[in-house]
């Protein structure tokens, strides 16, 4: 058997290689899914708070608004998909290239590890409001 798709090389498939799980196999399998997700809203309103006190090591804004912001935990944050389109490079090909599309009005602030501001203060800044809680009602 082999499946092809329009333009692509065909890719021999062996029966062998396709078998029914066990049912241990799928007892395993559940239970290692079930570890790696949350619980339910406890859960989930803990993710939230923890991601709310990660303190930013880099801020960036133009006239005062928030386009970027780069977390001690490595991850960053763009309100706007246009300015996160360098995402695979580091921090400071980032910057410059920011620096090429905003020019001076681009003002970089940056801070020792856990002393910058908290996500959820620059979440607030962004959108006027931190996600604080868990809409049960949606």
């Known amino acids: 058997m082999a499946i092809f798709l329009a333009n692509s090389t065909p890719i021999p498939i062996e029966y062998t290689q396709i078998r029914k799980l066990s049912s241990d196999e799928l007892v395993d399998i559940k239970k290692k899914v079930s570890e790696l997700q949350p619980h339910g809203m406890e859960d989930y309103q803990q993710q939230i708070n923890a991601q709310n006190h990660v303190h930013q090591h880099t801020v960036l804004e133009v006239k005062g608004r928030v386009i970027a912001a780069f977390g001690d935990n490595d991850w960053r944050f763009y309100p706007s998909s246009s300015d996160s389109r360098d995402a695979n490079k580091t921090d400071i090909e980032v910057i ?34 931190t996600p604080n809680r868990v809409n049960t009602t949606a």
């Open 96 to 129: 410059n290239s920011l620096k090429l599309k905003y020019g001076e009005t681009l003002k970089v602030a940056t801070y020792p590890h856990g002393q910058g501001p908290t996500k959820g203060e620059i979440l607030e800044k962004v959108y006027g409001a």
